[in-house]
């Protein structure tokens, strides 16, 4: 819900941005495409996770992808 509502129009924007006008659509659906299939096993690694270790786990892994997520955002912007 509010987590997306932040974020999804964000992405999409700087998908635009980063893409060549030419190839604007297909980076957006490519974009779209590539988070749907990352939330599936992301979903189910996060439920194991937490079934497994303990809820702090999932968390823990989580805010370590995050960062990385970030890390990579910095070195393409």
């Known amino acids: 819900g509010l987590y997306s509502g932040f974020t999804d ?10 893409a060549p006008r030419e190839v604007r659509a297909t ?7 590539l988070i749907g299939i990352g ?5 189910f690694i996060a439920g194991q ?3 497994l270790v303990g809820p702090a786990a999932a968390f823990y892994v ?10 990579g955002l910095l070195l393409i912007l």
């Open 9 to 18: 129009g964000v992405e999409k924007a700087l998908v635009s941005d980063l």
């Open 27 to 33: 980076a957006i659906g490519l974009h779209g495409t």
């Open 39 to 43: 939330l599936f096993p992301a979903s």
């Open 49 to 51: 996770l937490w079934t």
């Open 62 to 71: 989580g805010a370590g992808t995050g960062f990385l997520a970030a890390l």
